[in-house]
């Protein structure tokens, strides 16, 4: 079955990201694709009320859910809906969360995962300081659903660096993986391949990093290259800079033989734990 990676350039307006989205959508729709994957901060990238539209969004009053499940129902495709400010379930006027949700074809949200890893980090760009955590709360799930083109791990950009996530998301089943980012250019420039295609090749999953790519709002400017890698670590599509729809085939038969023929979930060994004390050699005692 074909699966969709979106890439987009987002700024802060609403209503013109919710229109450039749903114009990707259809062309992975009409190309034949069953899931597509949107990019981090797909409909609210830079703006800084992100408490008020998470707020609005929970209470029912916003335009981006209806929106969303609207778009899957009408083109009868499951969207992996990048990440959105949301408060956790049950709570309309809590924290937001970077919430990355599973709409299925019928409109409905059937999965849901805060991000774990939120970007407090200093980096030598145009920006200079990046603190997630000052508007987002922690996430404390690893998720994974079914769907029509196999079992869905869900994570979100900056947890690309923190592998073992990506042995949970395994450890549970997941046989493809998305990834919505927004990396920065220069954090891109310097590990973006090589954590996109680490995590597919020690999962064996499909990766989906659907990224941002271009200039913000603010003064960022993301690196894009959003790419689909299969379980081998091999590159199946990607695009540099600017809007782009990726497309791939999800082999159930090929991620099956690779898993059979290097079978490192059965090897793998974990150390009760580390002993601080320096290692003695033979030359030590010499």
Not at 76 to 85: D, N, Q
Not at 88 to 109: F, H, N, V, Y
Not at 122 to 143: I, K, L, Q
Not at 189 to 198: D, K, Q, S
């Amino acid at each position: 079955m074909s699966i969709a990676v979106i890439q987009m350039v987002s700024q802060d307006d609403i209503a013109a990201n919710l229109a450039s989205a749903g114009r990707l959508l259809e062309q992975a729709a009409a190309q034949g694709a069953r899931l597509a994957v949107l990019p981090e901060n797909f409909a609210a990238m830079g703006r800084r009320d992100l408490a008020a539209v998470g707020r609005a969004e929970a209470r029912g009053e916003g335009p981006i859910l209806p929106w969303l499940k609207r778009r899957a129902r009408d083109l009868r495709l499951w969207i992996v809906a990048g990440t959105l400010p949301l408060p956790p379930d049950g709570q309309p006027d809590g924290r937001a969360c970077a919430c990355s949700l599973l709409i299925d074809d019928q409109g409905e949200c059937v999965a849901r995962y805060d991000k774990l890893h939120l970007f407090d980090v200093d980096v030598a760009d145009n920006r200079g300081r990046y603190r997630e955590s000052d508007d987002y709360a922690f996430g404390s799930r690893v998720v994974v659903a079914p769907t029509p083109v196999g079992n869905l791990g869900l994570s979100v950009c900056y947890d690309l660096r923190f592998p073992e996530l990506y042995t949970a998301l395994r450890e549970a089943g997941a046989e493809l993986i998305t990834a919505p980012s927004a990396f920065t250019a220069v954090t891109g420039a310097a590990h973006w391949h090589v954590l996109v295609r680490a995590r597919a090749i020690e999962t064996q999953c499909y990766l989906l990093a659907a990224g941002q790519g271009g200039r913000h709002p603010g003064g960022r400017e993301t690196f894009g290259h959003s790419a689909i890698v299969d379980p081998w670590g091999r590159v199946l599509a990607e695009r540099e800079q600017g809007e782009a729809v990726l497309l791939a085939t999800v082999d159930a038969t090929e991620l099956a033989a690779i898993r059979q023929r290097m079978p490192i979930a059965s090897h793998r060994r974990f150390l009760a734990s580390a002993d601080p004390r320096p290692m003695v050699t033979r030359q030590d005692l010499d």
